[in-house]
């Protein structure tokens, strides 16, 4: 099992840049493919970016935010991190990251995801 904690959220301004991490603890995660979802009240879950494994690291992203986030991992450190630029209003929202043990990838779907934090609220308001 792991745990997963993120870390990170605040208030920002419209355009602002915000640096989103996720601790995992219990296991190395290393082998997990991992994500960042977000979801905003009354809305679905939706998925932003992915990490393949450790033996590839390859990123894939939403078409929503393709060019402004970035996602990276350090599994010496058991942490994902979601970098976050020229934010906008609507992106207020939970953020919650997810990790798949059975490092599949490419993966985008919640039901692929089975660990989850408890999620950093992220408010972009002028």
Known sequence: QVQLVESGGGLVQPGDSLQLSCAATGRSFS????????????????FLAGINTWGKRSTYYADSIYGRFVIFRDNDKNTVYLYMDKLKLAETATYYCAGDEAGRSQTRNVGE???????TQVTVSS
């Open 113 to 119: 995801y089975k660990y989850w934090g408890q999620g």
């Open 31 to 46: 082998t997990y493919t991992m994500g960042w979802f977000r979801q905003a009240p009354g809305k679905e879950r939706e």
